[in-house]
């Protein structure tokens, strides 16, 4: 399950069953070549000024010689890579595969704003110093750290592993590098177990994708959630293009002013962000069930 499963269920999503010219490459390219030996070519839709696009990297089309074509490499801000011998090219594509990743990625980052209650729980670990109060959390940023949800010691006593809790405890950010590498301190003012581990549970943002092969697990997210980022990433790409029912360019078959009306599109665009504030509000609230709200003293960020 990997992150070019969501890249096609946005683009179904977004393109309602129209289907773009498919082609394929007749031999492998690296990342800086700027000729393409594409099956099919001389017959297709493929001419000078076309966009055409193979995995996540979209070029421009500068000539067309035969099932040889030259191309303007990593268009539009996408970026170049090597393609092997049989990768789909798309002609022209309404929704291209680079956009499609930045509005996952955009979606990932607005589902792990605290309104939304979205969010992936990691742990850290550090040893107790009685002699010691405040504790840097290596390799750990700011950003990392929405907020602490736990703090815990291994207790030596043997006792079905007991991992009793500290309660009493402060992050402090912006703290000094030079002492607290990763800027953060989480001062301690209940005490641990000298000698023995200290793990910390925290919040933290959800992990964005960065190639189409990424697994979705390595964001963090549920897989109960898996429906959430297509969902944010089509209604991201409609705000500037319309899904395949209105698109004005091409459509299967005459149809009636009635059956479009005015409104259509802004119509659809408040189907899918209802549906999916519906399903944000029940991810969160299955979070919030698996990690319940505690309340702890001095334990507020600062």
Do not use: C
């Not at 977004?14 to 010219?21: A, P």
């Not at 990433?233 to 899904?243: F, V, W």
């Amino acid at each position: 399950m990997t992150v070019q499963g969501w890249i096609d269920q946005t683009r179904d999503m977004l393109l309602s069953g129209y289907v773009e010219e498919l082609l394929q490459l007749a031999s492998n390219v690296n990342d800086s070549g700027t000729t393409l030996s594409i099956t099919g070519a001389p017959a297709s839709g493929i001419v000078t000024g076309v966009i055409i696009e193979v995995d996540v990297e979209a070029m421009y089309v500068t000539a067309v010689s035969g099932t040889d074509v030259s191309v303007i490499r990593a268009y539009g801000g996408s970026s170049a890579a090597s393609h092997t011998a049989g990768d789909i090219v798309r002609v022209s594509p309404k929704f291209p595969a680079y956009r499609i990743m930045d509005a996952l990625n955009d979606d990932l980052r607005d589902l792990s704003t605290p309104d939304n209650g979205i969010f992936q729980m990691k742990t850290t670990s550090f040893t107790y110093n009685a002699s010691q109060d405040g504790y840097n959390l290596a390799g750990l940023s700011s950003e990392d750290v929405q907020s602490i949800y736990s703090v815990t010691y291994a207790d030596p006593i043997p006792v079905e592993a007991r991992e009793p809790e500290i309660n009493s405890w402060k992050l402090k950010r912006n703290r000094d590098t030079a002492a607290f590498t990763s800027g953060m301190a989480l001062v301690l003012y209940g005490p641990g177990w000298p000698g023995k581990k200290v793990t910390v549970s925290y919040k933290s943002p959800l992990t964005l994708t960065t190639t189409t092969n990424t697994a979705k697990s390595s964001t963090g997210l549920q897989t109960t959630a898996y429906d959430l980022p297509p969902l944010g990433a089509a209604l991201s790409l409609m705000s500037t293009a319309p899904i395949r029912r209105e698109f004005l360019d091409a459509q299967g078959m005459p149809r009636r002013a009635d059956e479009v009306p005015p409104g259509a599109i802004s119509a659809s665009l408040r189907d899918l962000r209802v549906k999916r504030e519906a399903r944000v509000s029940s991810e969160a609230a299955r979070l919030a069930a698996m990690y319940p709200t505690t309340w702890q003293r001095n334990s507020t960020a600062s």
